[in-house]
């Protein structure tokens, strides 16, 4: 792994950091410099909320696991993937999900609305993720970097593969049999080896496989 330290003129003090982006965030401390975004807000506590985005501070810890966050909300919601609460229902089917928004997206699926459209050409999605991942295919934008290799990609789960494959963590377990997997789409292949079900018709599109 990648360290940083952090030098200052001709001395070097005692910090360092995984991340160039948090280094450089850090130097600011010595020479005060400072951001601005010009961004304003009603209360001084919704700023404070905002200046959150701009820093590496995540007051918001999870019980259960390891996990901070920014916002009490993004606490509260990563908190039902440990309880399995599902508060929002679709009434065209028997599916929940954990997000209104998510629902929404969902819902799309059975009346066959389109609403996020691309500016430049006439291609529309179900999802806004879908429309952002297709523009950075046609813009050829890796916004997501491997702090260890330097790769980039258009995804963010494939970033999280690329992790991995430093880490030698398999994060997908079969259930059957003490076998593990980097990816997703490796551990469904072997569960057929279980099954002796054969799926002769997959979408070989890059999100499906990761």
């Known amino acids: 792994m990648n360290i940083n330290p952090c030098i200052v003129g001709s001395s070097v003090c005692n910090k360092s ?14 020479s005060g410099e ?20 701009h820093s590496v501070e995540r007051p918001f810890s999870c019980n259960m696991c390891n ?8 606490l509260k919601v990563h908190q039902r993937t440990h309880s399995g609460e ?15 928004c998510i629902l929404k997206e969902h819902q799309c699926t059975h009346t066959g609305e389109r609403p996020f459209s691309c500016d430049n050409c006439d291609k529309s999605f179900t999802r806004q993720s879908d429309l952002r991942v297709y523009q ?3 813009s ?7 702090h260890i290799c330097n790769k980039s990609f258009t995804l963010k789960n494939a970033l999280v593969v690329r992790l991995h494959t430093h880490s030698g963590e398999r994060p997908f ?10 990816r997703k789409n490796h551990l469904r292949e072997h569960l057929r080896t ?12 890059y999100a499906c496989l990761l």
């Not at 377990?173 to 980097?182: D, G, R």
């Not at 279980?194 to 599109?205: D, V």
Request: charged letters at 20%.
């Open 17 to 30: 950091f995984t991340w160039p982006s948090f280094l450089k965030m850090h130097q600011r401390t010595h």
């Open 34 to 53: 400072r951001d601005v975004c010009n961004k304003s807000f009603a209360t001084r506590s919704v700023l404070k909320i905002h200046q959150r985005a």
């Open 67 to 74: 996990k901070s966050f920014k916002h009490r909300h993004s």
């Open 86 to 100: 599902r508060q929002c229902s679709c009434d065209l089917c028997a599916k929940s999900f954990k997000l209104r």
């Open 136 to 138: 950075r295919t046609q």
């Open 140 to 146: 050829g934008e890796h916004p997501f970097i491997c």
């Open 173 to 182: 377990s079969c259930t059957m049999c003490n076998k593990s997997f980097i």
């Open 194 to 205: 279980h099954s002796g079900s054969m799926i002769t018709h997959l979408c070989y599109m």
